[in-house]
């Protein structure tokens, strides 16, 4: 392939390679080389903009991002596009949400709520400082949402509730990641793939020349927006099937091997 001028990378399950909050001096590392090499590095994630994540990336001098898979996108340090669920999407979601009961997260620009209607995890949240809200709570107007998170332990529950909300035809874009144990939901306009073309355009970069690396279906929106679409080897066996090159694990700075391995090019051509 040509020679690389942007890297796009996902957080979780990828940079992000010391628990779910700390980042490895070598991925660091690998990130400000290549910054200093001329080359572009986006962070893109299904996080919104909270305190850990944004040390996260100011940690390495990043001042581009997606966020909440293309909801915000972060230029130069400044917010330059927004993409909300529509208030109508947002109602039909919670009618349905109301009445199936999965566990949910609605969020925005930097807050988060939980909902659910399992009482008995009422306690545990209260023990780690997150309030949690009950599901009939949903009716409540949310003037801004710019993603919906959906959780279970059950695959099948998950594929049952993206089968639904298909069926409902709402102007939305629906990913799984965690493995298949999360649904995300975003507006329709907004996905990784499409901004990074947005982003791309932006700086006048051909997607030849850049590279998406991630670990999970959300990451699968970029597959024709940029050149190469890489998998950290660990990552969610059905995305492991779709991408053009699997790399190393992500844990142990598995992102600075592939930023720094020569032999990586070639391999890829």
């Known amino acids: 392939m040509k020679e690389i001028e942007a890297y796009f990378i996902d957080l979780d399950g990828t940079y992000v390679d010391i628990g779910h909050k700390n980042v490895s001096s070598a991925n660091k590392q690998s990130v400000r ?4 090499q001329g080359k572009k590095v986006i962070f893109a994630t299904g996080r919104n903009m909270t305190i850990n994540t944004m040390w996260i990336i100011n940690s390495t001098n990043v001042k581009d991002a997606i966020f909440m898979n293309g909801a915000i996108i972060m230029m130069d340090g400044k917010i330059v596009k927004e993409s909300r669920i529509s208030s109508a999407a947002v109602n039909a979601l919670n009618d349905y949400f109301i009445k199936t009961k999965p566990f949910v997260v609605l969020n925005s620009l930097i807050k988060k709520w939980v909902h659910t209607g399992k009482y008995y995890l009422y306690p545990l949240f209260f023990l780690i400082g997150t309030k949690i809200l009950p599901m009939k709570a949903l009716n409540t107007f949310y003037p801004v949402v710019h993603k ?4 279970s332990f059950s695959k099948k529950k998950i594929q049952k509730i993206v089968s639904d909300l298909k069926a409902l035809n709402l102007d939305i874009s629906i990913a799984t990641s965690y493995k298949d144990r999360v649904i995300e ?3 329709k306009e907004a996905s990784k793939g499409l901004a990074i073309e947005y982003v791309l355009q932006k700086y006048q970069i051909d997607k030849e020349n850049a590279v998406h690396i991630g670990d999970s ?3 699968y929106s970029a ?3 940029v050149g190469k679409l890489i998998a950290m ?11 053009d090159y699997v790399g190393p694990n992500h844990k142990k700075s598995g992102v600075a091997k ?6 990586f090019y070639a391999k890829i051509k």
């Open 258 to 263: 592939i930023i720094k391995n020569n032999e």
């Open 223 to 225: 597959k024709n927006y």
């Open 33 to 36: 080389q290549a910054l200093k």
């Open 233 to 243: 080897s660990d990552s969610n066996e059905s995305f492991l099937k779709l991408v």
């Open 217 to 219: 279906l959300n990451d």
């Open 185 to 187: 939901i975003t507006s």
């Open 148 to 151: 919906y998170n959906i959780f």
